[in-house]
């Protein structure tokens, strides 16, 4: 059984995060990995230095290639860019009735470079959410999507039933950006129960791409037909061990490890 996962992003140019960061996490986890760009971006680990955003019907086009022939188990979304993206990609996951969809709605990159243009938000509230199996915001993401300030646990919890209102059926808000304390602790809200994830925080600058690689790993899991809950968990150690081993590469904030996982695996 040859399983399919098609991701839906921008491509960096630098490796560590976007496209590049989904099919290599994809590879790693026996998972055939398919793309649609919907933006070139040039980019390292010191920043993005230009976004090239393509059009709508070009990102169309590419969805319609991989659906009419190659079929996909599960598909993510990352950058999008745009409202317009957006409504195109919300189409096509509608007309080829994709389930299995995990929505990383990516805003800015680390450095603070947009990604999604501020008025497209909505655009993926309305269009793309009501469309999706898993939603992984970080915490500004979450934010933005609610509108609430998040500080707290109960924070982040409020949040995270407010966007599963949106139709979205499992919300994992990430804690990588919760700089409190020894532990990195992500959140999981199915609509009735509430499961944590968490790892030891590791204290190092190479986090470039961790929240794409965690969303990929997700995706990958779940074209294999595992529950959310278990792919939640294998998505966590993935990015633990991808953290950990870091490769020290670049002259700003490197890329994560991405066959750390299985290096430890076969070890
Ligand atoms: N320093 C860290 N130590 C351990 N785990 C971390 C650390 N930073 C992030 N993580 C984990 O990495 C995953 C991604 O979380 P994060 O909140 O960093 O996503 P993100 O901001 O969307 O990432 P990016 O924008 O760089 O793609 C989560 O599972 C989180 O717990
Ligand atoms: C193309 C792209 N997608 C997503 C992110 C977020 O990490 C990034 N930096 N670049």
Known sequence: MVYKALTIAGSDSGGGAGIQADLKTFQELGVFGMSALTAVTAQNTLGVQGVYPLSPEAVAKQIESVAT??????????????????????????????????????????????????????????????????????????EALTGLTIRTMEDRKEAAKRLHELGVKHVVIKGGHDDDGEETVDVLYDGSEFFYFTSKRIDTKHTHGTGCTFAAAITAELAKGKTVQEAVQTAKSFIQAAIEHTLGIGHGHGPTNHWAYREKAAR
């Not at 022939?69 to 007309?95: H, N, P, R, Y």
């Open 69 to 142: 022939d190659l079929g996909a188990d599960a598909v993510k979304t990352g950058m999008l860019f745009s409202a317009e993206i957006i409504e195109a990609v919300a189409a096509k996951v509608k007309q080829f009735g994709w389930t299995c969809l995990v929505v990383d709605p990516v805003m800015i990159a680390k450095g603070g470079a947009p990604l999604l243009q501020e008025e497209a938000v909505n655009a993926l509230k309305t269009y793309l959410l009501p469309l999706a199996m898993v939603v992984t915001p970080n915490i500004p993401e979450a």
